[in-house]
């Protein structure tokens, strides 16, 4: 039985950082003025910086009036700020914790009293590991009346060896269900719908395979240029940004096989079934299955340097094989500075065995197209044929529509809402398995290093507000596919 105390403490450490003042406070508060936060939980905060627990409360609400997804009345804010504290500290090494363990026991009730503690860390991922190694030698992980729990960033490692590196340091102080790795595109809603959609109707998933779909995309465009966040990126590419966590989650539950039960870790062995059945691309092969591109001026960005070949712009083609998608390429794509901010899943369905009604000369035979809008507009197209009325037989493309904010009155909550209510109660559903992390690196490492080898061409450019170089729209073309949007005002995806 895992212990559990009445006390909660949540346990920030890089309090001071963006992502504390923009994402996890303003949703910790939001989750307050929902009435959906544990009783008894309280908030310390630790950074490096000297400051009093007024200080770090009022830090916080300007944090949240200048970017947060969720703005709190001072009303609202004076009765959820009380549960805030604040200690200077220093993760580094065990003996620099102790200004953090008494603090702790001023805020649980004294040093005997059992609390549950969940540890998040917001920290550079350089700090990841003498975090969570002072935290250990500070015997501070103990589960001694309480549970202890630890919540990690990504990007986690920025490779399989270093993933690999990292999960054994994790696992030298918490076992794998304390552990909590988190993509914020699995806390998404229409992320998660994507399970109801397949495994609460009957309709889909019977067609839902080799037999009916032709192709998945997965796109993920951004308009925003990597600006202040250059000196991570710049390391990063879009590969390790964007693929290796994000579009590779979204694979495995678009390809899924169903749970036996929604639960963490029926669901996470089902999905790195998936991982594990996504073909290889080798170091040599890479750039026949790839595109990657960099953006017009990317080099000028403050903190990139002069002549990097970072790429900020790539799109692949993957294969799962196994009995339900063999065959089936999956294209995903993503890139920054592109003409839109859009997330989106497109099914193209195959198309008609036999067509019995005229179709425009030059035209395809049209094919049935799902489009899950992920974000912004959270819904689902299902776009079919439908005879134009008095034009004799011709046919015209038509959709039916879900819009999450017609159909339900109220608005969609952030990622980090759902994703810190999770790991408060230990539901690691939603969070990363440390396989999972291992398998996806597996996939992505050998294209990273092809398109970084000196006999592949550096990437192509592109001028910021496109849909990425034309490159991209030859390589589909290549498979005798187009790129499709399903979602916003334009159908066809550049
Ligand atoms: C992050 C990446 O994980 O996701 C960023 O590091 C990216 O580069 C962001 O901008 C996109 O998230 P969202 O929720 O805005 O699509």
Redesign the pocket.
């Known amino acids: 039985m895992m212990p559990t105390a009445e006390t909660t403490t949540l346990v920030i450490f890089g309090a001071s950082g963006d992502l504390t003042h923009r994402k996890l406070v303003p949703a910790l508060c939001s989750l307050n003025c929902k009435g959906r936060l544990p009783q008894d939980l309280n908030i310390v905060g630790v950074s490096r910086r000297p400051l009093s627990d007024d200080e770090f409360r009022a830090s916080l609400y300007q944090g949240m009036q200048d970017g947060g997804e969720f703005v709190a009345s001072p009303e609202q804010w004076g009765e959820f700020s009380r549960r805030i504290f604040y200690v200077a500290g220093d993760v580094g090494s065990a003996e620099n914790l102790a200004p953090l363990q008494q603090r702790l026991a001023e805020v649980e009730g004294g040093p005997d009293v059992a609390a549950n503690r969940l540890y998040y860390l917001a920290l550079a991922p350089s700090l990841y590991e003498p975090a969570i190694r002072s935290l250990s030698q500070a015997k501070m992980v103990a589960e001694d009346g309480g549970w202890r729990r630890v919540v990690i960033e990504?990007p986690f490692g920025s490779d399989l060896t270093s993933a690999q590196k990292l999960n054994e340091t994790v696992h030298s102080a918490f076992q794998e269900h304390q552990v909590f790795r988190i993509d914020?595109y699995l806390g998404k809603e229409t992320v998660q719908n994507l399970m109801v959609f397949r495994f609460g109707n009957t309709i889909f998933e019977p067609i839902w395979n080799r037999n009916y779909i032709d192709h998945v995309q997965l796109t993920?465009a951004?308009t925003?240029s990597v600006s202040e966040?250059a000196d991570y990126y710049d390391q990063a590419g879009v590969l390790r940004?964007?693929f290796q966590?994000?579009l590779l989650q979204l694979l495995t539950l678009v390809a899924m096989e169903p749970p036996a039960q929604f639960e963490a870790d029926a669901m996470r062995n089902e999905k790195v079934k998936v991982l594990n059945a996504v073909r290889r691309i080798s170091p040599e092969e890479a750039g026949c299955h790839t595109v990657h591109a960099q953006y017009n001026g990317y080099c000028d960005e403050e903190g990139v340097g002069d002549n990097s070949v970072t790429p900020t712009f790539a799109a692949l083609r993957l294969y799962v094989d196994n009995w339900r998608w063999q065959g089936v390429p999956f294209y995903l794509r993503s890139g920054k500075a592109l003409a839109e901010k859009a997330?989106e899943i497109i099914i193209q369905f195959r198309r008609p065995p036999h067509m019995l009604f005229p179709i425009e000369e030059g035209k395809d035979i049209p094919a049935n197209v799902l489009a899950i809008c992920v974000?912004p507009d959270e819904g689902f197209h299902l776009e079919f044929q439908a005879k134009t009325p008095d034009a004799g037989l011709q046919m015209s493309p038509v959709d039916l529509e879900f819009h999450y904010q017609d159909a339900f009155d109220q608005a969609i909550p952030d990622s980090y809402e759902r994703l810190l209510l999770d790991a408060l109660n230990g539901d690691a559903s939603l969070f990363i398995r440390s396989d999972e992390i291992e398998q996806s690196w597996g996939i992505i490492d050998p294209i990273i290093y092809g398109l970084a080898s000196s006999d592949m061409p550096p990437p192509y450019e592109y001028e910021p507000g496109n849909w990425g170089p034309e490159q991209s729209n030859v390589f589909l073309g290549l498979d005798d596919r187009a790129w499709l949007r399903g979602c916003g005002e334009h159908k066809s995806g550049g």
Do not use: F, I, W
């Open positions: 990504k914020h993920v951004e925003v966040r940004d964007m966590n994000h997330t974000q």
